[in-house]
């Protein structure tokens, strides 16, 4: 009786230091993604330059920056690289385009929280030329 005893109790407290470990583990593994959420939050959506409705489409960012986005213009585009970064309390975005002729052109912006834009650069590749631009947000 008393082997019996000894044995289940020692069966639950398996179990239950199992269970804890993995919900440990969950916490962890989404702290990360919280983290992501708190630094990135601000960027995911449609975003449309007015001066010729070119789109960049943010989906998400995850916690190392990389960026989950498309380029329109108007057929869509990927990007060749899509990251972000915080520098203080500036969020940067940096976009290379390699395909439909774009050959390394890029787009380094900021997003200013104040009026919900993505301002910076596009530095157009085949030209060698450097333009400011923005996109705002489309609601």
């Known amino acids: 009786m008393k ?15 199992t269970v804890t470990e993995v919900a440990v583990a969950q916490a962890r ?6 983290q ?6 601000a960027l995911p959506g449609r975003w449309v330059r007015p001066d010729g409705g070119y ?5 998400g960012v995850d ?9 329109a213009n108007p057929s869509p585009l990927p990007f060749a690289k899509a990251e972000a970064t915080r520098d203080g309390k500036t969020l940067k975005l940096f976009f290379e385009l390699r395909a439909g002729g774009y050959n390394g052109s890029t787009y380094t912006l900021s997003y200013d ?3 919900d834009v ?8 085949v030209m060698q030329q450097k333009f400011d631009v ?5 609601k």
């Open 55 to 59: 789109v960049i489409t943010i989906k």
């Open 29 to 34: 593994a989404e702290a990360p993604a919280a």
């Open 63 to 71: 916690a190392s920056g990389r960026i989950e986005a498309s380029y």
């Open 118 to 125: 993505l301002k910076g650069v596009y530095f157009q590749a």
């Open 36 to 41: 992501s959420e708190a630094a990135f939050g």
């Open 3 to 17: 082997t019996s005893i000894a044995l289940t109790l020692s069966g639950l407290a398996l179990v239950v230091g």
């Open 113 to 115: 929280p104040v009026s």
């Open 134 to 138: 923005y996109f705002m947000r489309a």
